[in-house]
């Protein structure tokens, strides 16, 4: 029935690393599907990290640019987001997404908490 599962997340401190991923199963496949990462930080709204299209185009916030890396796997049916030199601000619950287009409606995986912290 899961059809997007997170992992990887974690705490981590300021500077450091972390790599998350999502493993899609089901009717998903990322290789026709547009993947993302969304974050969701307590009393904000849910914001795009990061995106890859079904043609591997890839697309970041500002806020993360230059620091954090989507990448996708389509033999292993994965999509990766590394990211690098982390700041307390990433902190945030992430999540996967899948969109097919054509009207349909999104799928989300279950969200993985990443803390960034001294």
């Known amino acids: 029935q899961v059809q997007l599962v997170e992992s990887g997340g974690g705490l981590v401190q300021p500077g450091g690393s972390l790599r998350l991923s999502c493993a899609a199963s089901?009717?998903?496949?990322?290789?026709?599907?547009?993947m993302g990462w969304y974050r969701q930080a307590p009393g904000k709204q849910r914001e795009l990290v990061a995106g890859?299209?079904?043609?591997?185009?890839?697309n970041y916030a500002d806020s993360v640019e230059g620091r954090f890396t989507i990448s996708r796997d389509i033999a292993k049916n994965t999509v990766s987001l590394q990211m690098n030199s982390l700041k307390p601000e990433d902190t945030a619950v992430y999540y996967c997404?899948?969109?097919?287009?054509?009207?349909?409606?999104?799928?989300w995986g279950q969200g993985i908490q990443v803390t960034v912290s001294s």
């Open positions: 997404k899948a969109d097919r287009g054509l009207g349909s409606p999104s799928n």
């Open positions: 890859i299209s079904s043609t591997g185009r890839t």
């Open positions: 089901g009717s998903i496949f990322i290789g026709i599907y547009a």
